[in-house]
């Protein structure tokens, strides 16, 4: 599904990726662990399409086809979702409308018409549902004054809404006490098939207890220095990154 | 990965055209350039005015010879050569029609261009129109339904003639024929405009429109506007203006006055998007317009206004809350973009007690233009518990433009309660990658913004305008982002 091939990528002349391999297959949950300014949210970022990054060498390809000069929401359109880190927020502008819009836009890039207003409802209803989301919470202000760990369920609200084939989630434990991340993580889980991928970036373990990875990778300096399964998460959590940073460096 | 930078916005920009820039040939009878006295009792005398009139307007004509053009806004043009203005120009047909089918049929294309086919707004939109081209009306709907309630609604040369006492008592009592230069020139040469009455205790049971236009190459536009809600009535009155793409600066200068008698309401709601001018600020209409509303004892004037187009904007839409418990409203979205320079906002003076106003003022630049709210509250020593709630919001696009906020608060009775609030944002790079990566191209994600932004003002527009304004919101700021 996502094949990335020696990716470098630097910002604003700073070199941040520096050989990125990876490949993720449709059922499978890779997790991305590494310390911070590692460059997982950059790897995150290049993945979704940021502007601001540029890809200086490699490839990133999604379901054979390369996206390296790919808009942002024509990857969106393929199915690339990313659960921000810190999602913005977008005063007047209702979580139901911006879903609307999105759903209208990805349906409109595939050439088929608006969703009808009655499925629209019926779908916010259901994933509203799942993710135990109130529904006043809807009619309000895109993350405007939302905590912490409203926001990140919201995160995973919109990704429930989009259905997408390859779902990102950048750092999406950080900032939920420990009922929201259960929400959370039960409702990636709902939505796991062996048709989509997820990939999770997280510093700490503590989200593959609910998320469970068939793979885990350890991101350090820009490269992927360690790969295994979720041992190598509990292995992380209970020695650390020193270790691996001392292997690498050795 | 593909950039679109604000290099590309700015070429984007360039070449967006102006939507409704096309020129309608239609014959005109035009007066040559100049104005003087007999410039001024010409205009009285086509209209077959009375004594009276012709000898108000002279008034305001010596008045206006002796005032100057006022300086003290935040914007820079070339100033009109007022002689080298025509003061007159009427569609040169059949003066009044009993159907559509009478009307000249450019002038009908005309507003399928706009997208106002007057037909299908008969039909669908319930609502009544009086439609001004250039400056006389040549078609007034739905006269008949407003006449079984007592409404009047007509032209004010009309409303001259059939209704002078009305007229006669009420014009100028709001704005006065020496309020400012332009409200002064105006009171001399106003050529046409609407007429609104509203008898005691009737709700109107319509939203009233009147759009605007310019037409005549080098006319200036001055319409004058009355509408008087009498005791216990209600009306809403929309007005929406676009203008043909011409490479002279024209000018507008409006005035327009509402009169709401105790316990009446009147909620005037304007769309505003005359010509620009085009990328490099060449052309464009300049608006200078006086807007006053009076409110006697309990009543409430609301204006709502979206101003998109006009290369000069100046106009502050303002309430005189005379009476006791009064109510004044102003809520505006201001977009400039390219060159465009609005200087607007509004006045609420508090006379009476308990008197409350609010203002919502919604600031949006792009391009180099530059932006200004400019606010006065006024409360008097009688004033006793006086209110005003000011929220001022700003939202910049690119590094070029400006936005300026100047509010000026003068209270003189200690039990006022003035709260402003003011907030400046930029569109900024995240809320659009956040968008993108949900599925919504940069342009649509401008549009979801602003139009969240707008969101708080374009909720007190009637409905059918409110779509219409968030159409004009897109066109206008398409392809700006910093």
């Known amino acids: 599904m996502l094949k990335i091939k020696n990716l470098h990528a630097s910002v604003e002349d700073k070199s941040i990726l520096k050989g990125i391999n990876l490949e993720i297959k449709p059922g499978e949950v890779h997790a991305i662990m590494g310390p911070n300014g590692s460059g997982k949210s950059t790897l995150a970022s290049v993945i979704a399409g940021k502007e601001d990054y540029e890809v200086t060498d490699g490839e990133v390809s999604f379901e054979g086809e390369v996206i390296n000069d790919m808009a942002a929401e024509e990857r969106a359109h393929k199915g690339i979702f990313l659960s921000f880190q810190y999602p913005v927020e977008i005063p007047g502008v209702s979580v139901t409308n911006f879903m609307k819009t999105a759903i209208n836009e990805t349906r409109k890039a595939k050439g088929l018409e608006d969703m009808p207003a009655k499925d629209m409802l019926k779908l916010i209803r259901e994933k509203a549902e799942l993710l ?7 009619s309000r202000s895109l993350n405007e004054g939302f905590s912490g760990g409203e926001k990140k369920r919201n995160e995973i609200f919109q990704m429930a809404m989009l259905e997408p084939k390859l779902a990102i989630l950048d750092e999406t434990d950080s900032g939920l006490d420990i009922d929201a991340l259960r929400i959370v993580a039960n409702g990636v889980n709902k939505l796991k098939s062996k048709n989509n991928a997820v990939l999770v970036i997280t510093h700490y373990q503590r989200l593959l207890d609910y998320i469970v990875p068939d793979f885990v990778h350890v991101l350090y300096k820009g490269r992927i220095v360690k790969s295994g399964t979720k041992e190598l998460a509990h292995e992380l959590e209970e020695k650390g990154y020193d270790w691996i940073k001392e292997e690498v460096n050795a | 990965m593909n950039k679109y930078t604000e290099d590309d916005l700015r070429e984007e920009l360039k070449t967006k ?25 010409a205009i009285s005398l086509k209209k077959e005015e009375p004594q009276w009139m012709t000898d108000w307007r002279l008034e305001a004509f010596k008045a206006w010879k002796e005032m100057t053009e006022p300086e003290w806004a935040n914007v820079h043009y070339q100033k009109p050569d007022f002689q080298a203005i025509s003061y007159y120009s009427a569609p040169n047909s059949k003066p009044k029609y009993n159907s559509l089918d009478e009307v000249d049929p450019e002038l ?83 050529s046409d405009g609407s007429f609104c009455y509203i ?27 009355l509408v008087i809600a009498d005791e216990g009535s209600y009306v809403s009155y929309l007005e929406g203006c676009t203008a043909p793409s011409r490479d002279e600066n024209q000018l507008h200068a409006a005035v327009v006055e509402l009169i709401a008698l105790n316990d009446a309401e009147i909620k005037y709601s304007t769309v505003q998007n005359w ?54 409203e102003f809520y505006s979205i201001a977009v400039t973009n390219n060159h465009q320079q609005a200087d607007t906002g ?62 000026y608060i003068e209270a003189k009775n200690k039990t006022a309660r003035i ?22 191209d940069t342009e649509k994600a401008i549009a979801l913004i602003v139009n969240g932004f707008s969101k708080d003002v374009l909720n007190k527009l009637p409905m059918e305008f409110a779509v219409e304004a968030q159409k004009l919101l897109e066109i206008s700021l398409e392809g700006s982002v910093g």
């Open chain 2, 199 to 225: 008898p005691k205790g009737v709700r109107c049971p319509m939203e009233l429109s009147t759009y605007f236009r310019i037409n005549q190459a080098g006319t200036g536009q001055f319409e004058r506007t």
């Open chain 1, 132 to 138: 135990e989301i109130d529904r006043k919470f809807l």
């Open chain 2, 108 to 190: 009908l294309a005309t507003f399928a261009k706009l997208g106002i086919s007057i037909d299908e707004q008969k039909k669908l939109s319930n609502v009544a129109m009086d439609v001004v081209v250039d400056s006389v009306s040549v078609a007034t709907t739905f006269k008949k339904t407003l006449g079984e309630k007592g409404i009047i609604f007509m032209s004010i040369s009309e409303a001259i003639k059939e209704h002078p006492e009305l007229v006669k008592k009420y014009i100028g009592t709001v704005v006065p024929q020496k309020d400012n230069f332009y409200a002064a020139l105006n009171s001399a040469v106003f």
């Open chain 2, 17 to 41: 055209e102006y939507e409704y820039g096309f020129y309608t040939d239609i014959e005109s009878d035009t007066f040559p350039n100049g104005l003087n006295e007999d410039i001024v009792r």
């Open chain 2, 275 to 328: 010509y620009p001018g085009n990328a490099e600020g060449k052309g464009g209409v300049y608006n200078f317009v006086t807007k006053r509303g009076l409110c006697e004892t309990n009543a409430k004037i609301s204006w709502t206004q979206v101003e998109t187009g006009s290369a000069v904007t100046w106009k502050y839409p303002s309430c005189v809350l005379k009476g006791d418990n009064s109510i004044g």
């Open chain 2, 419 to 440: 709260e402003h609030e003011a907030t400046t944002s930029k569109i900024g790079e995240d809320q659009i990658f956040y968008c993108n990566q949900r599925g919504i």
């Open chain 2, 346 to 407: 509004t006045k609420m003076i508090h006379l009476g007690k308990n008197t409350k106003s609010t203002i919502i003022s919604k600031g949006i630049s792009a391009g180099k233009s530059q932006n200004s709210y400019r606010g006065l509250v006024k409360i008097s020593p009688n004033a006793d518990n006086a209110r005003n709630f000011s929220q001022c919001d700003s939202l910049l696009m690119g590094n070029e433009c400006g936005a300026h906020t100047f509010p």
